[in-house]
T-cell receptor, first 111, second 112 residues
């Protein structure tokens, strides 16, 4: 059974810092992975999608990498801003179309 | 473009009452559909997913059920709500070729 772990559970940093959020999974037979952000009381917004054949994707200040051999994905946020404060979740799509989410990392960027 | 509609946005129901949450997707065909629940301070829990009409996979045994009567319609139901059913319910869809997962805006359910 696929298990997804996100570390750290919570993170508080001053504005301007570069951040790394981690997501690990137990079964390398994944189809793709996706990073989301969720603002309090809101739905999820997709940030980056990495197919299993890819190693990373970039969008603006965000970069996500995938290492299937080690069972890890990282989300890198450059020059963090207070507007980045949110919960960040990763999810994996298994073959068979089942999606498994991590519990999330709560990020707070202080101005 | 594709859109996903989920309603209602908020719902307050007494214990023992029935539940019906509806989710529809526009602009695509034969999507994978998902129901998730997020309890307060918790992560996302997959409840049901469907890869086609009438095909429902249940992840968590409980008093909830799901149905997919039409290709782009996914319904979450309960005959009798429990207090523990309170939470934030999210519907999501994705295409078969691994395109991004898209979420609806969610339904906040409070069972009193």
């Amino acid at each position: 059974k696929q298990e997804v772990t996100q570390i750290p559970a919570a993170l508080s940093v001053p504005e301007g810092e570069n951040l790394v959020l981690n997501c690990s999974f137990t079964d390398s037979a994944i189809y793709n992975l996706q990073w989301f952000r969720q603002d309090p009381g809101k739905g999820l917004t997709s940030l980056l999608l990495i197919q299993s054949s890819q190693r990373e994707q970039t969008s603006g200040r965000l970069n996500a990498s995938l290492d299937k051999s080690s069972g890890r994905s990282t989300l890198y946020i450059a020059a963090s801003q207070p507007g980045d404060s949110a919960t960040y979740l990763c999810d994996f799509m298994e073959y068979g179309n089942k999606l498994v989410f991590g519990a999330g990392t709560i990020l707070r960027v202080k101005s | 473009s594709q859109t996903i509609h989920q309603w209602p946005a908020t719902l307050v129901q007494p214990v023992g009452s029935p539940l019906s949450l509806e989710c529809t997707v526009e602009g695509t065909s034969n999507p994978n559909l998902y129901w998730y629940r997020q309890a307060a301070g918790r992560g996302l829990q997959l409840l049901f997913y469907s890869v086609g009409i009438g095909q429902i996979s249940s992840e968590v045994p409980q008093n909830l059920s799901a149905s997919r009567p039409q290709d782009r319609q996914f319904i979450l139901s309960s005959k009798k709500l429990l207090l523990s059913d309170s939470g934030f319910y999210l519907c999501a869809w994705t295409d078969r070729d691994g395109t991004p997962l898209h979420f609806g805006n969610g339904t906040r359910l409070t069972v009193t």
